[in-house]
């Protein structure tokens, strides 16, 4: 992987204004993969919009690390379900079935 793609958690604890251990918090509950190289931890900075709403859940409404974790697995089964009621219209619409 890139350095270019990796974003340091240290400027992320900085920016934000969080400790280094909600980062490993969340890395213990697989929300977020920690990548390490040269002795200095980062993520993929695609993920850093995920990581701001997770910092935004804990620290503006006051939710832990495990509420933050069962938050995002519903949205992504809400995601999930959204895609499948999308294919099922999209098979019922080639039926002929009006929606």
């Known amino acids: 992987m890139n350095r270019n793609e990796l974003v340091a958690l240290k400027m992320l604890?900085?920016?934000?204004?969080?400790?280094?251990?909600?980062?490993?918090r969340l890395h213990e509950l697989d929300l977020i993969e920690i990548h390490t190289r040269e002795?200095?931890?980062?993520?993929?900075?695609?993920?850093?919009?995920e990581i701001e709403r997770m910092i935004r859940l804990h620290v503006e409404l006051d939710i832990n690390h495990e509420g933050i974790d069962t938050i995002f697995n519903l949205l992504d089964k809400i995601d999930r379900l959204e895609s499948e009621v999308i294919s099922m219209k999209n098979k019922?619409?080639?039926?002929g079935a009006d929606l």
Do not use: I, W
Not at 13 to 24: A, G, I, L, N, P
Not at 44 to 49: L, Q, S
């Open 13 to 24: 604890c900085t920016h934000y204004e969080v400790d280094m251990s909600f980062f490993s």
């Open 39 to 49: 002795q200095v931890d980062y993520v993929h900075r695609d993920k850093v919009g």
């Open 92 to 95: 019922l619409r080639r039926y």
